[in-house]
């Protein structure tokens, strides 16, 4: 199993959701107001804030909350935010890719190199890791979309690359250039997704022990907990055994 979804077994079974729900929304209010400036404030014209949206309501995301985001955008008085992307290793070596939106970079960079260099990693330059990954969209269907079977057809005919099914719902791969057609193809076929965006996938897995994994999740854990951050990704990943005791 990917650390990334390891890592949000492990927030998810500690409790860790409810506690950063207000947190969530408000990062998730960040994407639609910058996707409403960068583009038009209407969904249907606006791919990344069609997709800000979706991911919003997968969320629960109050429908005022939604919108106040965008008028925020229209107003043209919000904050100016940009996206950074920043490129590490942590403990025992593993990849780290962490995307934030900010309006103050050195802020931003100041903080996440001391995440890094506090929990056993260092941040590297840009492109350090990077390339162990592959950007690829991920569209995510609860299980109750239909059998893996059914998934795997209507992904295929919608042009995705891959699809990984299991108990807990099933995973849509796709070109990063196909996303937005991947996705509305699917939707006609399936109904609307749980979330819909860009994902770092890695291409090769670090295993950890459980002394360094235990670091790992902290380390991700105060990433993901920063108001900048939107997303962090890794490539780290551990026994079921370990996997058992971080979820303890």
């Known amino acids: 199993m990917a650390g990334h979804s390891q890592f949000k077994n492990i927030m998810h079974k500690k409790g860790a959701a409810d506690a950063r729900r207000s947190k969530v929304f408000s990062k998730l209010a960040r994407e639609i107001t910058v996707a409403a400036k960068l583009g038009t404030p209407d969904p249907g014209m606006n791919p990344r804030l069609r997709l800000a949206i979706q991911n919003a309501r997968a969320e629960n995301m109050p429908k005022d909350n939604i919108e106040r985001a965008i008028k925020k955008a229209q107003g ?15 403990p025992g070596g593993v990849a780290i890719v ?27 330059e840009t492109g350090s890791v990077a390339f162990m990954f592959d ?22 005919e919608a042009g995705a ?21 991947v996705a509305k193809a699917l939707e006609q076929a399936l109904g609307e997704a749980e979330t819909v965006k860009a994902v ?3 291409q090769t897995m670090t295993a950890l022990d459980e002394d360094k994994a235990a670091t790992m999740v902290k380390l ?29």
Not at 83 to 89: D, H, L, P, Q
Not at 161 to 181: I, N, Q, R, W, Y
Not at 220 to 246: P, R, W
């Open 76 to 90: 043209g008085d919000g904050e100016n935010y940009e996206e950074v992307r920043y490129e590490g290793y942590g």
């Open 98 to 124: 962490v995307e934030a939106l900010t309006d103050n970079r050195n802020r931003t960079a100041g903080a996440v190199r001391s995440y890094f260099t506090k929990n056993g990693g260092a941040l590297g």
């Open 135 to 156: 950007r690829v969209g991920q569209i995510v269907y609860p299980a109750s979309a239909g059998s893996a079977d059914a998934v795997l057809e209507a992904a295929i």
């Open 161 to 181: 690359e891959d699809v990984k099914s299991d108990e807990e719902g099933h995973v849509v791969t796709c070109a990063f250039g196909d996303l937005g057609e």
């Open 200 to 202: 770092w996938q890695p």
């Open 220 to 248: 991700l854990g105060i990433i993901e907990d920063d108001d900048d951050v939107q997303a962090v990704y890794s490539n780290f990943e551990v026994s079921d055994q370990v996997l058992e005791k971080l979820t303890a």
